[in-house]
């Protein structure tokens, strides 16, 4: 097992066995990402390549999967049973995710508490950002139909959602969001202006991008970015920016029009 992949298979048992103590560890109070799922061996998975891959093995944040099975009932550790009321599918228990969100949340009280759900709150960049000046997050991954809601009631439990489409369980999404927030934090991207200037930091959509040959398939790159004119270059790529954002996301540009109205 390679350090970066032991990096992100820490996990809480129950019985809080000793951790993998080859896993490079977190520095001190690095943020963490700590996910209950029935799918601990999904993780660091596409979070364990390139940028984040590399900041997880340097612990500039850290990644314990928890375990959902453990936690279960019975000789089959069952995690789930058939919907109150009748229906399709089956429900996530609470008392199974109640133990497993309690063993979580150890040491970790204050940090949001996130149930991945189509139902939620859409994930966006200013949430990523609110998460990456915190110490952590503690994520639910569901699976089936979801999560028996008084767990969410009881614990408080923010919902986010990837985005208006139906994923077979929480974990992508889990993913997508700890790798939009892991890349803000401080030296996980190497030149911070690349932050400053993407999609979103100011509310715009981002400029298009052109690298190497000139010339492809007789489409050359546009003149402006060969003058070597750096305020013209800036000038054209916000004016494509702001182009792009009004075309395709108008509600992005009425927003930025909205921030950017004189008082
Ligand atoms: N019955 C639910 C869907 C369950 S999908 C409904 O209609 O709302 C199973 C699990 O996948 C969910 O509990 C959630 O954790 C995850 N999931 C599915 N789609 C998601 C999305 N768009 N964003 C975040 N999580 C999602």
Known sequence: MSARRAAGRLSIAPSLAPRDIAAPKPQARAWQARVITLFPEAFPGVLGHSLTGRALAEGLWGLEAIDLRPFGIGKHRNVDDTPAGGGAGMVLRADVLGRAITGAQRGAADWPLVCLSPRGRPFAQSLARDWATGPGVVMICGRFEGVDQRVI???GIAEVSLGDFVLTGGEIAAQAMIDATVRLLPDVIGNADSLAEESFSQGLLEHPHYTRPAEWEGHSIPSVLM?????????????????????????LWAAWQDADAPE
């Open 153 to 155: 009631d009881h614990f």
């Open 227 to 251: 003058s070597g004119n750096h305020a013209e270059i800036a000038r054209w790529r916000q004016a494509q920016a702001e182009m792009l954002t009004r075309r395709r996301r108008p509600d």
